[in-house]
């Protein structure tokens, strides 16, 4: 049985806990604590020497980073409508991985590290900086999503699954950007049963 360490208030194993209930991957779903540092312990080091969640683990395979956790459930079980083979669908899923990594995780972390889980830190500069970024990540997600109804086209894939994780993140500052495009993206990814699984809302924490 696979196992996936998670922890629901993480943005980056929710979309991943979402492709494994949507395509009802069997699992084992191991709870990594912050609280308690178990995400420290020499014993999940082990597995994650980040200490970071998400990790997965498949027999002798073990991956973190979620997006490559993504790919692999896609290629292991050929989830082709998930991770389109078609190059133009291939090439906007991959941009906006990427993009998700590299332009929109760190402003979000920012943002909902300090405002929410860490506000004692009084990290006002950081919090600045993730909203001025926002300004300038929400329209360029909006004009990507002008005219379509997921990211790479008219179904969803993992790029859907990996920047709505983020988007919901930011609710929890009540920071989600006000935007046409990306609230009736929202509500379109969010409507997916196994998404609706992992919405903060539906998890103990
Ligand atoms: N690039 C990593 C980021 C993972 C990440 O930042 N996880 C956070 C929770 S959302 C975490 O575990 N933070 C604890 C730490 O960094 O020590 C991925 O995509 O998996």
Not at 5 to 12: G, I, R, T, V
Not at 92 to 103: F, K
Not at 154 to 164: E, M, Q, V
Request: hydrophobic share 45%; glycine share 4%; net charge negative.
């Amino acid at each position: 049985m696979h196992k996936f360490y998670s922890n629901p208030m993480s943005q980056h194993a929710r979309r991943v806990r979402a492709l494994l209930e949507i395509i009802g991957i069997p699992h084992e779903l191991i709870n990594v604590g912050f609280e308690d540092d178990e995400y420290m312990s020499d014993a999940y080091m082990a597995i994650n020497p980040n200490h970071q969640v998400p990790s997965f683990i498949d027999g002798d395979i073990k991956i973190f980073e979620s997006n490559a956790i993504l790919r692999y459930l896609c290629h292991k079980y050929e989830l082709d409508d998930w991770y389109p083979n078609l190059l133009e669908k291939r090439a906007l899923v991959e941009q906006w991985l990427d993009w998700g990594q590299c332009r929109l995780a760190q402003p979000v972390m920012n943002i909902v590290l300090y405002t929410v889980f860490m506000p004692q830190l009084n990290n006002q500069e950081a919090i600045k900086s993730g909203h001025a970024a926002m300004k300038e990540l929400a329209p360029i997600l909006s004009a990507g999503l002008e005219g379509k109804d997921f990211l790479a086209g008219n179904t969803p894939t993992i790029a859907d699954l990996a920047i709505s994780s983020s988007i919901i993140q930011l609710a929890f500052a009540d920071a989600a950007p006000v935007d046409r495009n990306i609230n009736n993206w929202m509500d379109r990814v969010c409507s997916i049963p196994g998404v609706q699984v992992t919405l903060p809302q539906n998890q103990a924490a």
